[in-house]
């Protein structure tokens, strides 16, 4: 999973910032293997009360449809700003998925 150190960060800074990209996509990923599709916005909204904004979302999402963990569909449905959001779906099932 990938850290896109804009801020270019360094030393114990950017361990930390690794790891919690880490756990975001993680935590992503199991939303898709308990829901097995949805958009960034519904994943953002499970995830709310863990403030983790929605770009991070966003960019999990990216992360692990690179990874072809996830696929996007053709598919879409409103979010939460009222524009259209495509739908992702997992590749794998469960047992499949390496932690």
């Known amino acids: 999973?990938?850290?896109?150190?804009?801020t270019r960060q360094k030393g114990?800074?950017?361990k930390v910032s690794w790891k919690k990209t880490?756990?975001?996509?993680?935590?992503?990923?199991?939303?898709?293997?308990?829901?097995?599709?949805?958009?960034p916005s519904e994943v953002w909204?499970?995830?709310r009360d863990s403030n983790v904004p929605i770009t991070s979302i966003r960019r999990s999402i990216t992360n692990l449809t690179s990874s072809n963990l996830l696929s996007?569909?053709?598919?879409?449905?409103?979010?939460?700003?009222?524009r259209p959001e495509y739908i992702?779906?997992?590749?794998?099932?469960?047992?499949?998925?390496?932690r």
Do not use: C, P
């Open 1 to 6: 999973m990938a850290y896109y150190n804009t």
């Open 12 to 14: 114990e800074q950017l």
């Open 22 to 39: 880490k756990s975001q996509d993680d935590k992503v990923m199991e939303y898709f293997y308990e829901h097995g599709k949805g958009t």
């Open 45 to 47: 909204i499970y995830f």
């Open 72 to 82: 996007k569909t053709d598919n879409k449905k409103e979010g939460v700003y009222g």
């Open 88 to 98: 992702w779906e997992r590749r794998y099932k469960m047992e499949d998925w390496e």
